[in-house]
């Protein structure tokens, strides 16, 4: 069973920086798409920024030029380097991941337990 343990959220003040990190562990074959969601209060699960095992990139327009995505394949570790942040960007971070465990097995999605990042005005 794969799992994603997500840490470096907290509280800091606007303007501020945090880098997020999310690590796979477990039987892991392959993981193609690595990428971040959040979840402000009353609000859906968006996302945030998603990376393919080859590099590419998608961001949210709301984070572009702010926030920055990466990975290490060796290490089945994804990043979310976040600068400039802004009260809005308060929420439950989640790291996700298609996984497959075997050669030959599908890919399957799994979600960390998520980490709280809090912007302050």
């Known amino acids: 069973q794969v799992q994603l343990v997500e840490s470096g959220g907290g509280l800091v003040q606007a303007g501020g920086s945090l880098t997020l990190s999310c690590a796979a562990s477990?039987?892991?074959?392959?993981?193609?798409?690595m990428g971040w969601y959040r979840q402000a209060p009353g609000k859906q699960r968006e996302l945030v920024a998603t990376i393919t095992s080859g590099g590419s990139t998608n961001y949210a327009d709301s984070v572009k030029g702010r926030f920055t995505i990466s990975r290490d394949n060796a290490k089945n570790t994804v990043y979310l380097q976040m600068n400039s942040l802004k009260p809005e960007d308060t929420a439950v971070y989640y790291c996700n991941a298609n996984v497959a465990a075997r050669y030959g097995q599908r890919y399957l999605e799994v979600w960390g337990q998520g980490t709280l990042v809090t912007v302050s005005s």
């Open positions: 477990g039987i892991i074959f392959s993981i193609n798409v």
